[in-house]
């Protein structure tokens, strides 16, 4: 399973660390929405992991470009914001899952088990 994480560099490197060893065979990182969007182009990606506040847009723009694009990626948003109209919007643009930072490792192990299946 391959899996690409688009948020900050700290981010990005727990993200990386924990994912690996949850199985995750590769994970690819990017730090703007436009570099994230030209790794899921070349495909070979199983498993998403979005932050909403990117510096180029905002996470939901990526989101919404991955399923008008007609992809069936498993989706999961993080974000620090756990407000209740924001999960709402998270849901219903089409991720399929959404996690509270800071991520758990074992959050992460049962994403990593839902997309295997």
Known sequence: MNALVIDDVPVQNILRKMLLESGV???????????????LSQGEIDLLILDIHLPDMSGLDVLKQVR??????????????????????????GANRYIVKPVQLSELKQVV????R
């Not at 065979?25 to 790794?39: C, I, N, P, Q």
């Not at 008008?68 to 643009?93: N, W």
């Not at 088990?113 to 295997?116: D, I, L, P, R, T």
Request: aromatic share 6%; hydrophobic share 35%; net charge negative.
């Open 25 to 39: 065979d590769e994970v690819k990182t990017a730090s703007t929405g436009s570099e994230g969007l030209r790794y």
């Open 68 to 93: 008008e694009s007609g992809s069936k990626l498993f989706v999961v948003v993080a974000t620090g914001y756990e407000e209740l109209e924001t999960v709402h919007e998270i849901i219903r643009m």
């Open 113 to 116: 088990e839902q997309v295997s």
